[in-house]
């Protein structure tokens, strides 16, 4: 089983993948952890690692770039050297980088993502900040990206919203429908339509709650991703 790992920036993708791993390691899996990010160092201890390879910092300096050109040349160098990152255990936590950008729209991206699904279950979970959907407007957006998520990638892909440790969100999408109605104006109307639309096109996904920190949550994740390939459960 592959986990591919996104989400922007500060979200709590390394720490999920640090403790995630020890979590899977103590239910007596063989795991692996894979950092794609080429411009950050990993906080676990990696059993692959980009940055062997290419760092976004010396492309910078090499080939004259800033910082965005950079992650797309080194993103390119990433893609030349699959056969050194893309590895298989019982589970394999891939780490990618914080600009989903990067990873997500670009075909060295697609081309990683796809070496990844090689032979192998895998899924794709999309960790949001709480912090972040903690308003109905920012909510409904990260719904939208995990959408383009699956769409992009071809993933079945779970959204996990990360940090309840420090603020809990309500996941009621009725209610939420009718904050966003109370609002009234443009604005709600649009993002009332919007809700509708991903409740009718995104692959079939459960949100899930978590603490990267403190593991709650973290049977929740086991079962979701297991229930995606199997038909004995009800992902909804």
């Known amino acids: 089983m592959n986990l591919i790992v996104i989400g922007a ?9 640090k403790n995630y791993g020890n979590y899977l390691k103590n239910k007596e899996y063989n795991v692996k952890l894979v950092n794609l990010d080429p411009a950050s160092d990993p906080i676990y201890g990696s059993d692959a690692n980009v940055r062997d390879y290419v760092k976004t910092e010396s492309v910078m300096s090499e080939y004259r770039l800033g910082i965005n050109g950079a992650l797309m040349k080194s993103m390119e ?3 030349e050297n699959l056969d050194e990152v893309v590895i298989k255990d019982d589970y394999t ?11 997500l729209y670009t075909e060295e991206g697609v081309e990683i993502i796809e070496r990844i699904m090689e032979d192998s279950w895998t899924a794709g979970l999309f960790i949001a900040d709480s912090k972040v959907a903690s308003t ?3 909510f409904v957006s990260i719904l939208a990206q995990s959408a383009i998520v699956s769409l992009r990638t071809g993933l ?4 996990v919203f990360n940090k309840i440790d420090i603020m809990d969100i309500n996941l009621d999408l009725e209610e939420i429908k009718c904050s966003i109605s109370e609002e009234g104006g443009v604005l709600a ?6 809700l509708d639309f991903l409740g009718q096109t995104t692959v079939p996904y459960r949100p899930l709650k978590i ?3 403190t593991q709650a949550g973290f049977d929740d994740v086991f079962s979701a991703v297991n229930e995606l390939f199997c038909a004995c459960g009800d992902i909804s």
């Open 9 to 17: 920036a500060g979200s709590g993708k390394s720490t999920f993948v």
């Open 77 to 79: 160098i990433v893609a």
């Open 93 to 103: 936590l891939y780490d990618t980088p914080g600009q989903m950008e990067i990873f």
């Open 136 to 138: 109905p407007e920012n």
């Open 156 to 159: 079945p892909a779970l959204t």
């Open 189 to 194: 109307e649009l993002l009332e339509k919007l």
């Open 211 to 213: 603490s990267s920190l």
